[in-house]
């Protein structure tokens, strides 16, 4: 008598341990995937869209004017005036190489965080929010030139077409 006590199963079977187990693993890997999934600002140069992890960025705001800067390089669009700071407005096309467009009606100035100086870049407009997790990131285009591609983390499709993610420390170096 005292081996049937031993054989018979007590509690649940060992398969519906087993699926709870793999539930709970895979409600793990989920929470953990979560966890690493990080905002990005969305946002236009002419008809193309790129991204920038929005821990990097300060504020976003309207700019309607941009005061040139005598002798200044390309990549500087200029300074603006943000409610008495004074804000190096960068100018990513120049930056990215890509193809002048007409200035929009209102830019936007995307004001970056920690930088030694205010800095800014002016963006014609705003996409969205996204919310990325690095396995979505794919390696910058193999058809980029190196002089552009070298400011890339890479890039995401969204929608129905590639957002560039940016390396915004190589963009503002020197």
């Given at each position: ?22 539930q709970q ?5 989920q929470?953990?995937?979560e966890?690493?999934r ?11 869209v790129y ?5 990097q ?13 005598p002798?200044?390089p390309a ?7 943000l ?24 830019s ?8 030694e100086?205010p ?9 969205d929010i996204?919310?990325?997790?690095p ?6 285009l ?18 129905d ?9 190589r963009?503002?170096?020197?």
């Open positions: 008598m005292a081996n049937e006590d031993r054989e018979r199963p007590v509690g649940e079977p060992p398969e519906q341990i087993l699926k709870a187990i793999e693993r895979g409600a793990g890997e929470r953990i995937a966890q690493e990080v905002q990005y600002l969305g946002f236009y140069l002419g008809q193309e991204a920038l992890p929005l821990r960025l300060r504020e976003v705001e309207r700019v309607t004017r941009i005061r040139s800067v002798g200044a990549s500087v669009a200029g300074l603006v005036n409610r008495g700071e004074i804000i190096c407005a960068l100018n990513p096309k120049a930056i990215l190489s890509c193809p002048e467009t007409a200035p929009a009606e209102t936007f100035l995307v004001v970056l965080r920690g930088s100086e800095l800014g870049l002016v963006v014609d407009s705003i996409a996204y919310e990325l997790s396995d979505q990131i794919e390696s910058p193999a058809t980029w030139p190196s002089e552009r591609a070298q400011f890339f983390v890479g890039t995401v499709r969204v929608q077409a590639l957002m560039g993610v940016l390396d915004l420390e963009m503002i170096a020197p």
